[in-house]
């Protein structure tokens, strides 16, 4: 018994010193960790969005949750003042339970005669007349200190989706590393709700970590970064030595996100 508590002891003390593990003040902290893929839909025109949102709820939805992803977001920029595009752009957040799942999507859409009715005008458009110019793909994995999607409740919010890049991968594990140990438990503790937190594992501008914050509109988002910003033991993390940005992270890019209706998320 007590050789088998040892080994327990050695095993706890070797996750903290190489970053696997779990802050025990994070209630989401538990079960297996899931996949994420992360779609940008390059629309072909804004005109284009009423064809993608028909099949993205009435086909790819359905589909996605027959597959056995669930929930399934899909998301558009938060419009900024001021400023006109032609182009439109949408996001879809679609999770897996295990890397099998995902390799095993695609060929279960193939197999959905469903999906295939529900969306033939989106799946069969015509090369003359596309519904997007390209879509960008990116597959990540799940954060041990936040293992699974939580989708907040269904309320008029708006999402932000943080990109933080490094300079080597090492800096980017060791940021992970920060976010598990205690950053996602601060994040919490000052109202910032986090949806999810992936290690990029195969996309653009590697190596990175991307996740999605959730808020119920402008002010509160601005009134929980102060409130994280100001936090003793946030100050006393991010000036921790191997823990500092300069040390750990290049560049960081965010977009605000509005749900649409049928989103999951």
Known sequence: MKRR????????TAGLTT???????????????????????????????????????????????????????????????????????????IPFKSIEDFAAFGGKLAADAD???????????????PAFMRVESSLMLAFAGMPQVVAPPKTDRIFELRTYESHSKKANLK????????EIA??????LTPVFFGETLIGARLPNLTYMLVYDDMAAHDQCWRKFIADPDWKKLSKTPG???????????????????????
């Not at 508590?5 to 706890?12: A, H």
């Not at 999906?115 to 458009?125: K, L, M």
């Open 115 to 129: 999906y295939h009715q529900a969306g033939a005008e989106f799946i069969n458009v015509p090369a003359t007349d």
């Open 243 to 265: 823990y500092t940005d300069p040390e750990i992270v290049s560049h960081i890019t965010n977009f605000f996100l509005k749900p649409a209706p049928y989103s999951q998320i």
């Open 5 to 12: 508590e040892f080994l327990k002891s050695t095993l706890v």
């Open 186 to 191: 601060i994040f919490r503790r000052n109202g």
């Open 19 to 93: 970053g696997f593990a779990v802050h025990a003040a994070d209630p989401a902290a538990s079960g297996p960790r899931e996949f994420y893929e992360l779609r940008l839909y390059h629309l072909k025109n804004a005109a284009k969005r009423k064809l993608f949102e028909d099949y993205a709820r009435d086909a790819a939805l359905p589909a996605f949750n027959r597959a056995g992803s669930r929930p399934v977001g899909v998301f558009f920029p938060v419009p900024k003042a001021g400023v006109e595009s032609e182009e439109s752009t949408a996001y879809m957040l």
């Open 175 to 182: 940021k992970i590393e920060m976010f598990n140990l205690g």
